[in-house]
C-alpha cells in the first residue's frame, strides 16, 4: 500500500520493492513493514468467512435434498459473485482501516482502533465504505472466478481419486 501511494505522489521516493522495504526499515523500523497487520488479520479473516458462508449456503439450498446434484459451472459464477458482493459490503469498513494503517499516512493512527475512530470523527460513516463500487467489481469477477476453477477441479480429482 506504501508503494502504491507514494507511485502516485508528486515526488515518488521508493525505487522498487527492495528500497521501499529498505528505506521503511531505516526509517521506522520493522514495525513500518507490519503496519496495519491486526487490521488485515481481521479483514482477511471476515473475508473469508462471510465468502465460503455465503457460498455454502447457496451450494446448500441449490442441492436441497439431493447432496449429489450437480452444479452448473455459471450457477457456480453466480454463487460465488453474490457470495464477493457479501464479503465486499461486510468487510469495506476493515478494508479501508487496513489501507489507511498501511499508507504513507499510517504516522498518524496510534492504532486500528485509533484510526477507526479518527475516520468515524473526521469524515463520518460513509468514508469507511470508500472504494466500494470498484471492490465490488473486481472482488465479484474474482471470487466467482475461484469457486468455479475449485469446484471443477475438485471434479476431476473425484475422478482420478475416489474416496468412497
Known amino acids: 500500500v506504501k508503494f502504491i501511494h507514494d507511485q502516485t505522489s508528486a515526488n515518488p521516493k521508493y525505487r522498487g520493492f527492495f528500497h521501499g522495504v529498505r528505506e521503511i526499515v531505516r526509517t521506522q523500523g520493522l514495525k513500518g513493514t507490519y503496519q496495519g497487520l491486526t487490521a488485515t ?14 457460498m455454502t449456503s447457496f451450494r ?22 453474490f457470495a464477493g458482493a457479501a464479503s465486499v459490503f461486510g468487510n469495506t469498513p476493515l478494508d479501508v482501516i487496513k489501507t489507511r494503517m498501511q499508507g ?9 482502533v485509533d484510526c477507526a475512530v ?47
Request: proline fraction near 4%; charged fraction near 20%; hydrophobic fraction near 40%.
Open 41 to 54: 488479520v481481521l479483514k482477511q479473516g471476515s473475508n473469508q468467512a462471510i465468502r465460503f458462508y455465503v
Open 60 to 81: 446448500n439450498w441449490y442441492k436441497g435434498d439431493d447432496p449429489n446434484k450437480a452444479i452448473n459451472p455459471v450457477i457456480t459464477g453466480l454463487f460465488g459473485a
Open 104 to 112: 504513507l499516512e499510517a504516522h498518524k493512527y496510534k492504532s486500528t
Open 118 to 164: 479518527q475516520i468515524m470523527k473526521h469524515e463520518g460513516p460513509m468514508a469507511f465504505y470508500k472504494g466500494t463500487i470498484p471492490r465490488l467489481g473486481r472482488v465479484c469477477l474474482d471470487v466467482a472466478i475461484v469457486f468455479i476453477i475449485y469446484e471443477e477441479v475438485v471434479k476431476v480429482l473425484n475422478i482420478v481419486w475416489k474416496t468412497d
